[in-house]
């Protein structure tokens, strides 16, 4: 209860040892940190995972909303059910029927974006020391609510064609022979953040095969499974294992992330104790935001919209790949995701993304480093590239001044040598990582 | 992993054995049933805690959200930063300066109603058996997170004038002596939930005073703070303990409780934890939200409304009073609050408030028992009655029909005998709770 020191530099943390223990998984993200550097208009941010929302009509958003109020504003104004509203999860059980998914709209839970679903999924789920198997590499911000809630994750590696069965099972044995409980695969089987890749068709009912076996839950999470290039929208795992699926859908990738309003669609069971942990964590979601999604939904051409963006991110995705093409190093590797926000780039062997990232800031160029990606200090040789956001003039301007770091870059490691490569370079998987060893 | 029985009478949850220990202490609060019960129109409810927002200018809270989407939509719709919109933060420290609080923009965080700053509050500092102090009685939202963290609740009582300070002390002594640590003190200072009383002024610093001594860090939560009767605001303790208090403000109760926008003010380090839990939970509170905040507070005279909806409460409040006088049974008990919502009864000796709600449904009216207040089962011979959200007419009716349910039930018990009286009933602290022992 001392006064703390007033200096910036010098203060102490006169709680430090008050807080839980689960505060000490509670950092910054990379992510978090670049935030304040990619807002600063002379850097090309390939960073962030903003979507572009230039496109929305904000007119018949304002339209939409002015509607809601006069017609609605007391309810819209008022508290709500933990669950969420009953027409907007009616509308949801619409949206998550393009991709094959029959469910009712009482198994469905909306949450403060799919982020506080992964969250109460979690708080549900997972005791300190309790495995979670994430996909190598995986969202950073679920990895971080892993950590927050003290479980330990081990990961199982993407190919080109999502994550590897193989190495899912090899994962689920040696966390069993490790003795410790698994509580669910997370899985982003669309357009994956950050690796840009999609889970084939046979791979999702392989997966499912494995899990049904193994006993283990999936935690199936879908930000951008509607915003694909060239096809139509993948059969969910959810459509094919509705009773081993937890299905977490959002709106921030097709409408507004502002808006913060995704959902948790769980069997039956396990949506009872979601909304139990979502009155216990807000008393309800919020209630005006439900409203303004669902009258967006009943008022707009929400899919002509979502054509739009997709061929909006198409040309931006085009323009990346185009530009690495043209400008990287010949020893740098990538994929060209068939949709979503991201492409993951594999750096000439030697080259470090964390260390060399100051410098690229400098050079007025952002990313993500590959190791925000892993639990376990993977991911050095790696970096996440995000299209979403820059126009294609800009990001093709950012690729020019990433392979121009780059360049400078190896030609310091030509002359004073290279560290050791990372371990996970090669994308093979090699067996339990440190967490559980 | 096997399909769960479909029918809801005899349906099991295949999922039973997996859930983390926490949820164990999920359960549906005796609130949210009731919650069903009340929203039919028969009923008068005088069990929710639902804000009365009929007065709120629909057309100027239109005016302004239009006016937002047209000068800032891309902004408002789109993520924004963990800790909340820098210019809502600003007019957060405006409003808390009504309470006498100086505090700096920087050390707010923005959360999702201020039911989730006691969820992020108890996130970062509770393990599991951490003991967390609450007055007796408390707020049901915040006694169902102590829960869900797995904290143990202490109770310390309050009387007319709030919190009782040797009761205080009283519980810090026994929960030292029995060798666990004290987490916070949880408090309502202003127009208590469900207790309806305010801690004097005097009993604030002496509060202070033994928490400082103590080392136990005071969460005090203050919706009701601007909605005083007869009187100007209350100085906060925050105002004069910045750097042992944590305090937590909402616009639910001042403007909109569907906006789902609270904060915490918290000493610096505290801050920066608080931030962090929330890119965890949420990534960040709802970015539309603080914005439609922020432009109702700058164009409207929010000051004047909240003087209004102090007039339609004090209305409600004497209305409930003079009713409770006209028609309740002599031996009944109850506080004439000095604003808020709520009046906290003291039954006849020997009369269950839980046991009797079926059969005060029944004749149509709804109320609170008062053990969801207590986190041990006390309690019994209290109920909460909220004069917020219906008219004075309707309360009085309510009333009248209560009194009927009542004096019902005291004929009953004086025909075939009545049970044990609660222990609590008498207000004085009587050591240690089962929590402890």
Redesign the interface.
Known sequence: ????ARTQST??????D??????AG????EI?AL?AVASRPEVVSLAGG??N??G?P?DV??EA??GL??DN??????????QGEPELREQITEVMRLEGINAHPDDVVVT??S??AV?LVT?????PG?VVICEAPSYV?AL??FK?YQCDVVHAEVDADGLVPEALRQAIAAVKAAGKRI?FLYTIPNFHNPAGVTMTAERRLEVIDI??RE?V?VLEDNPYGLLGFDQEPMRAIRADAP??VIYLGSF?KTF?????VGWALA????RE?LV??Q???????????QF?VSAYLREHDWQGQIKQMREMYRERRDAMNEALHDLMPASCEWNVPAGGFFVWLKLPPGVDAKGMLPRAVTARVAYVPGTAFFADGFGTGYMRLSFCYPTPERIREGVRRLAGVLEAEMELRETFGASAPPRRIGGGYDGPTSDLT
């Open positions: 209860m001392d006064t703390p203060r102490l943390d006169p709680y430090v008050r807080y839980a223990a689960r505060t509670m950092t910054a993200s978090r935030f903003m979507p929302i230039s929305l904000l958003v304002g909303i002015s109020l006069r504003g007391p309810m819209a104004l008022q508290y709500s059910s933990g403060v974006g982020q506080q969250d708080r549900v789920f997972c005791d309790d911000g971080g609510v927050a509580k899990c049904r006993g839950l009773d081993g921030s507004s992330p502002g808006m913060r069997p039956h069971s396990v104790k139990l942990a009155e216990s964590a807000t008393l309800c979601p919020p209630t005006f935001n303004a």
